[in-house]
DNA sequence: CTCGGCCGTGGAGATTTCGTAAAGAACGGC
DNA sequence: GCCGTTCTTTACGAAATCTCCACGGCCGAG
């Protein structure tokens, strides 16, 4: 699962998003492509990128918005990109928590080198590689093995795993876990976790019946240490 | 990680009471309610908020008074109301522990700013792991052992004892127990209370016949110290 | 001594919640 | 435009949990 950085990007004109998509492919990186705010919040949410890069002028809720959403449940990098003028603007968006802005227009280069700043800038802090009952789970590479077999699971069910690994032993809520996983938006459906919980479970679970997951019924779940 | 956090209100006024309340709930915190000095220190004991906003002019006991005595056991944040020309009360409030006080009448975003600028001066009291006799509890994880044992609780056992070991050595009504793990609507089903205290010695109590959880009749219960 | 109140205990029934499978929907790749 | 992967939704049997009830013991009052 040592796949390309994943790069939210969100600006209303399909001509600027085309563009950076190119520009982001050509450095290494896979766009995630959003048209509008509120596209860019729940892309967000669900692909987990590493880092989002968005306007400033979108049409239903402004790029300062939708940095001061993002930074509610994401630490993620933020860099916005304004036009000349929008000076009050590009404060607002630093002030809510984006990282560094761009002024359009602007060559190629200097994009790649300011989001390559902040991700290297990002703590990133050195997650270690941890064991479970024979399972082997690299945070920071986003692998999950047992036995020297690389296991393969979805974007949604390593994100589900990352949440309960760096918990490990804790009573983690579903409330939590859905927001952790989901995004803030997504606090109430507990059928898609409980599918979710048992695909992971029917992944990574060792064989002789012994459950990795634990259930607290009508709480939530904790793995266990 | 974090499930929205408890601030402590206390006026003698509803009408600030719920002014108060609304204000903290659309900026993410849950408030606990108090109108009057006793109870206020009631429900920082039973509810263990992660701040406490007190009112100086109370009809029982003062704001100072409930200051001294939350400090006394307490490192909670705490600020205190003060309306004009209460000069004199606000220095003693703060020489008896206050961190800070708002004079009435405030804007939202004031207190707001103020109870957020205190919580990050005093980053969550990570709860302790306590041990009883034998037992542990950690009420961080959400998880109790004997002898290395993991013992199994349900959710409303869980709650129940988190209520007991928060205010070991405290004798708990089965009032405030009832309203503290059932909810306020809920405050007469002893049988059922009884139930649960039955199921919860069996699964915590040691072996050798001795009572964790004390019961005095007709009141209600305790754990020991 | 008898009675009434309160408590501890065990168990039965009902309700809620869970695990699992399978079908339908969204998405991207080719 | 088709196909494979992933995610969501739905349904149903199974399990866990909660509530309620009945019985017996203890203790103090009368």
């Given amino acids: 699962m040592s796949e390309a950085?994943?790069?939210?990007?969100c600006d209303d004109e399909p001509q600027i998003l085309r563009a950076l998509r190119v520009i982001l492919r050509d450095a290494g990186y896979e766009a995630v492509p959003a048209q509008s705010g509120e596209e860019a919040l729940d892309k967000a949410a669900v692909r987990a990128p590493q880092a989002a890069i968005i306007d400033l002028m979108l049409p239903d809720i402004d790029g300062v918005e939708v940095t001061r959403r993002l930074r509610e449940w994401s630490e993620m990098p933020i860099i916005v990109l304004s036009a000349v003028g929008e000076e009050e603007a590009k404060v607002r968006a630093l002030a809510a928590g984006a990282d560094d802005y761009v002024v359009k227009p602007f060559g190629p280069p200097e994009l790649?080198?300011?989001?390559?700043?902040?991700?290297?800038r990002a703590p990133r802090d050195a997650e270690p590689i941890v064991e479970l009952d024979g399972l082997?789970?690299?945070?920071?590479?986003?692998?999950?093995?047992?036995?020297?077999?690389?296991?393969?699971?979805?974007?949604?069910?390593?994100?589900?795993?990352?949440?309960?690994?760096?918990?490990?032993?804790?009573l983690l809520t579903h409330r939590?876990?859905?927001?952790?996983?989901?995004?803030?938006?997504?606090?109430?459906?507990?059928?898609?976790l409980r599918t979710h919980i048992a695909n992971l479970r029917r992944k990574i679970e060792p064989a002789g019946g012994r459950r990795l997951i634990r259930t607290d019924p009508g709480v939530g779940y904790r793995i266990s240490v």
Same sequence: chains 1, 2.
């Fill in 176 to 192: 939590i876990l859905l927001r952790e996983v989901w995004g803030p938006a997504w606090t109430e459906d507990t059928p898609t």
């Fill in 112 to 120: 790649v080198a300011r989001l390559e700043a902040i991700l290297r």
């Fill in 136 to 170: 082997r789970v690299d945070l920071a590479a986003s692998t999950v093995s047992r036995d020297g077999e690389e296991i393969h699971l979805t974007p949604t069910e390593f994100r589900l795993l990352r949440v309960l690994v760096r918990n490990r032993g804790r």
């Fill in 5 to 9: 950085a994943l790069v939210l990007i």
